[in-house]
């Protein structure tokens, strides 16, 4: 019973360098998204997919990029990091709103800790 | 567009006590689901409840229950007989059954039990 599964769980870079948050869901799900969370501002949004090969932005998407080759995997590249980008990030995912019977509700990973020197 | 409004940063409640988180939301959409999840200390993101727009009856789960009312666009969340292990940050979310179908949070609410 895998779930979500994000990689790293804590990073720390230095300003200017690059790096890949990985997640990976093994439900199936078609809907898979990355949100980070900052104290007093709640869950934000970055980015998300409906399906493999559909991506779309967020509220906060500038800085981070997405791909979606295949359902599983969703990764979050962090292109040149910045000390704004020091956050927890959380990738989720769920079935399309209003196939799963239940409300769509999303799957968290468990959260990967960055730090932006 | 859609946005989520909960205007309580922290309670704090007596264990044993029930005690009501308050949500309100914004939309022009007719058909939405709203989403509370808890994130204990230890951080993951736990999803307790789910309202549909267009649910008749206020849905329940065991000790939580969610307090919808549609003409306010509210969706607290009550808890009964709380207990310790309630203390955590809690977020209200929504999201739209149409388009994207993107899910926004509030700024959450730290619940704090008192013995």
């Known amino acids: 019973n895998a779930g979500v599964t994000q990689t790293p769980k804590f990073q720390v870079l230095k300003t200017g360098q690059s790096m890949t948050l990985q997640c990976a869901q093994d439900m199936n799900h078609e809907y898979m998204s990355w949100y980070r969370q900052d104290p007093g501002m709640g869950l934000r949004l970055i980015h998300y997919?409906?399906?493999?090969?559909?991506?779309d932005q967020g509220e906060v998407p500038n800085g981070y990029n997405v791909s979606r080759s295949t359902t599983e995997d969703f990764p979050l590249r962090l292109l040149s990091a910045a000390p704004s980008q020091t956050s927890v990030y959380f990738c989720a995912s769920s079935h399309y709103y209003g196939s799963s019977g239940r409300g769509g509700e999303l799957f968290f990973g468990e959260g990967s800790r960055l730090t932006v020197l | 567009a859609q946005k989520i409004t909960q205007t309580q940063p922290g309670m704090f409640v007596q264990e044993k006590e029930a005690v009501t988180l308050d949500c309100t939301y914004d939309?022009?959409?007719?058909?939405?689901?709203l989403f509370w999840y808890k994130q204990p200390s230890s951080g993951e993101m736990i999803f307790l409840i789910y309202?549909?727009?267009?649910?008749?009856q206020n849905a329940t789960e065991g000790r939580y229950s969610l307090n919808f009312q549609k003409a306010r666009k509210s969706a607290n969340l009550v808890i009964s007989a709380s207990q310790l292990g309630d203390s955590a940050m809690y977020f209200c979310?929504?999201?739209?059954?149409?388009?994207?179908?993107?899910?926004?949070f509030g700024q959450g609410t730290r619940l704090t039990i008192n013995p």
């Open positions: 997919s409906v399906g493999a090969g559909i991506t």
């Open positions: 979310a929504m999201r739209l059954l149409q388009g994207a179908q993107k899910l926004v």
């Open positions: 309202q549909g727009s267009y649910d008749e």
């Open positions: 939309t022009s959409d007719q058909s939405y689901g």
